[in-house]
């Protein structure tokens, strides 16, 4: 897979994947880093479809992407749409600091990386998992997560295989169906993967589990947040699960007591030229979110 969660899932600096690539270097002989594109890092209806499977927290809480759309320090006139934060539902302190996070990007670094780059300048010591380019974003990102009470990653590492993923885990399978998946464990139990599961038809996705209490700086444009269908889904395994349907790719995201999950499936109703041309259907979506025993991802 070539997609990444940009910025994530939108334009991700070029500065900030070489520090990862770097930072990864020094804990693995030879790392692939791949953000979440998703293509790391669009709804049309004037109305949500919503389809209640079961009356749980989740399933009469709809929170829809239009409510996780944060400040895209990184936007261009090229690469437009709407930009969602990953790591949690709206009232969740990982949202907010992620939202606050990218409100200062936007308004006081959108052109540090460039400028650094030409003088030289390094990222300060243990910011190098974020798009911290001086000392000055460096205390703004401290008291951001000090506000939320949250804490930095310290460390990534690369798997390159669903068992060596499990194994980083120390989790049992959780996945169904899965033929290909690669990506990075941080510390905490966090991860980010590009995957593909074969059954009836190819799935390519990108799988993200952000660890509540950590903070992370993911993002995905997901183009036009009000043209998705949505609806609540309660999967194979009982988990309650928010799924997003669009034209070129599905959200599927889960608050789970102690993480939270986003998928970005990369194709929607009208397909994906790149990596699922046929068109996904609703029954396409609902038996992929089956593939996940959600609850293990906890």
Request: hydrophobic share 40%; proline share 5%; with cysteine.
């Amino acid at each position: 897979m070539n997609d990444k969660w940009d910025n994530i899932f939108g334009e991700v600096p070029v500065s900030f994947e070489e520090r990862m690539r770097t930072t990864l270097a020094s804990l693995e002989d030879k790392p692939k880093v791949r953000r979440l594109h998703v293509p790391m890092r669009s709804l049309i209806a004037a109305v949500l479809v919503v389809a209640l499977l079961g009356v749980t927290a989740l399933a009469t809480n709809l929170f829809g992407l239009k409510s996780l759309i944060v400040a895209d320090p990184y936007a261009t006139p090229e690469a437009r749409g709407d930009v969602i934060a990953l790591q949690g539902l709206p009232e969740s302190p990982e949202f907010k600091a992620n939202a606050e996070w990218m409100d200062y990007l936007k308004t006081h670094s959108a052109d540090q990386p460039r400028l650094l780059s030409a003088s030289g300048a390094e990222t300060p010591a243990g910011y190098e998992l974020y798009s911290v380019e001086s000392t000055e974003s460096a205390r703004a990102l401290d008291g951001i997560v000090k506000k939320y009470g949250l804490t930095l990653h310290t460390s990534a590492e690369d798997f390159f295989s669903e068992k060596d993923l499990y194994k980083k885990l120390g989790e049992a399978p959780f996945i169904t169906n899965c033929t290909a998946i690669n990506g990075y464990v941080f510390e905490d139990g966090s991860f980010q993967a590009d995957g593909t599961n074969v059954a009836g038809k190819c799935y390519e996705y990108q799988l993200a589990r952000y660890v509540k209490g950590s903070f992370s700086e993911v993002t995905l444009n997901v183009g036009d947040a009000e043209g998705y269908d949505e609806w609540i889904y309660t999967t194979a395994s009982g988990a309650d699960v928010q799924l997003s349907m669009g034209p070129d790719r599905c959200v599927l995201l889960a608050d789970l007591p102690d993480s939270f999950i986003a998928v970005n499936l990369l194709g929607g109703t009208s397909g994906n030229s790149i990596f699922m041309p046929e068109p996904v259907t609703k029954a396409d979506l609902e038996a992929f979110a089956d593939f996940f025993d959600f609850s293990s991802l906890d």
